[in-house]
C-alpha cells in the first residue's frame, strides 16, 4: 500500500510540543541541541515551557514546529522501521518539512529557510495592515461572493482551501471584519477571526516573497527522485530543483490548495497517511475530505512509542 507523510504548518503549535520527546530520545534532544545553534536561541526553552505569546508568534512558531516535526522524523528513520512515504507533502510551511523528510533538502538549510520565511513574513505583516478569518459552511462560489460583498474596494480573497466547508480569507483588517459579520447572511455556519500577524498568502506578502527568493537563490535544494512531494500551490508533483524554489516563493502569496493535494493522493491510491508533528490539524481535515481514509497521528511520546510498536 502507498504511503503519505504528511506535516502541519502555523497555527499547529502548543506550548509544550516536542518536551516528551526530547527527554525519551536521545535522537531528538540532539536535533534541538542542533537547532539551537542555528537559530541562535533556546528553541527548547520556547517549545517546552515559554508563554503562548510568544511562541505564537509567526517568527518562532515556524522554526519551533519545522524542528518537532523533525524531531519526530529523526526518531522514525533511526528506529531500522521498513516505513517509508512515497509521498510526503505539507501544509503552507509544512511544506519545508515534507522536503526534508523526501532528502532534498538538509535540516539546517530548511531550518534557516523556515527562520528567514516567519521573519520576512512578520516583517511584511508589520508593514500592512491585514489580518485573516476562516469561514466555515461556504462552498468556493458562496465564498467569492461573501469576498465581493465584504472587500468594498479593499483586499479579501480566499487563500486556504483547506477541506470542503473550511475556506480562510485573507486581506485588510476591514475586510476580514466585514467578511465575518457578513458571513453568515451567505449560508456560513460561522466566521472565526484568526490570530495571526497579518494577510497571509496574498498580495501584502510580496515583500516577504521577494526576500524568500533571495534565500532560496542560494541554497542547495536536489530534484526530487524516489519520493515526490507535492506541491502547495497547483496539487502537482513537484518537478526538479528550481521547481521547488519557485513553488516555496508563490505560496507566500498565492491560495494553499490543500483540500486538492489530499484528493489527489487518493486519486492516485495512497491508502496510508501519517501526520507527524505537533497537534492534529490535518487529521481533522482529512476527516472532512475523505471521511474513510485512516490517518495516523503521530505528535508525542506517547504516539510514537505505540506507531513503532506497530511498525516492528
Not at 130 to 136: A, N, Y
Not at 141 to 165: D, H, K, R
Not at 185 to 199: D, Q
Not at 285 to 291: A, G, Q, S, T, Y
Request: aromatic share 6%; proline share 4%.
Amino acid at each position: 500500500m502507498k504511503t503519505a507523510f504528511i506535516f502541519p504548518g502555523q497555527g499547529a503549535q502548543y506550548v509544550g510540543m516536542g518536551k516528551d520527546i526530547a527527554e525519551q530520545y536521545p535522537q531528538a534532544r540532539e536535533l534541538f541541541v542542533r537547532a539551537n545553534d542555528i537559530l541562535g536561541y533556546d528553541l527548547q526553552q520556547v517549545c517546552f515551557e515559554g508563554s503562548e505569546g510568544k511562541l505564537n508568534a509567526t517568527t518562532l512558531s515556524q522554526p519551533a514546529i519545522f524542528t518537532v516535526s523533525a524531531a519526530l522524523l529523526e526518531v522514525i528513520k533511526s528506529s531500522g522501521i521498513s516505513i517509508r512515504p512515497d509521498v510526503t507533502a505539507g501544509l503552507s510551511m509544512g511544506e519545508y518539512t515534507a522536503l526534508y523528510a523526501a532528502g532534498l533538502i538538509s535540516f539546517e538549510d530548511a531550518l534557516r529557510l523556515v527562520q528567514k520565511r516567519g521573519t520576512a513574513m512578520q516583517s511584511a505583516a508589520d508593514a500592512s495592515d491585514g489580518s485573516m478569518v476562516s469561514i466555515l459552511g461556504l462552498d468556493e462560489v458562496q465564498t467569492i461572493s461573501l469576498c465581493e460583498e465584504a472587500s468594498q474596494g479593499e483586499l479579501l480573497v480566499a487563500v486556504n482551501f483547506n477541506c470542503p466547508g473550511q475556506i480562510v480569507l485573507s486581506g485588510t483588517v476591514g475586510a476580514c471584519q466585514r467578511a465575518a459579520e457578513l458571513a453568515e447572511t451567505h449560508g456560513a455556519i460561522k466566521a472565526v477571526p484568526l490570530s495571526v500577524a497579518g494577510a497571509f498568502h496574498s498580495e501584502m506578502m510580496d515583500p516577504a516573497a521577494d526576500e524568500l527568493s533571495k534565500a532560496l537563490a542560494g541554497c542547495p535544494i536536489k530534484d526530487p527522485t524516489n519520493i515526490k512531494v507535492i506541491a502547495n500551490i497547483h496539487a502537482e508533483y513537484y518537478t526538479d530543483s528550481n521547481d521547488i524554489r519557485h513553488g516555496l516563493v508563490r505560496q507566500l502569496v498565492q491560495p494553499i490548495l490543500w483540500q486538492k493535494c489530499m484528493e489527489k493522493l487518493l486519486a492516485e491510491g495512497l491508502e496510508n497517511f501519517y501526520e507527524i508533528g505537533p497537534g492534529r490539524v490535518l487529521t481533522g481535515l482529512m476527516k472532512r475530505i475523505h471521511r474513510r481514509t485512516k490517518v495516523t497521528n503521530i505528535s508525542s511520546a506517547e504516539s510514537l512509542q505505540k506507531f513503532l510498536g506497530s511498525a516492528e
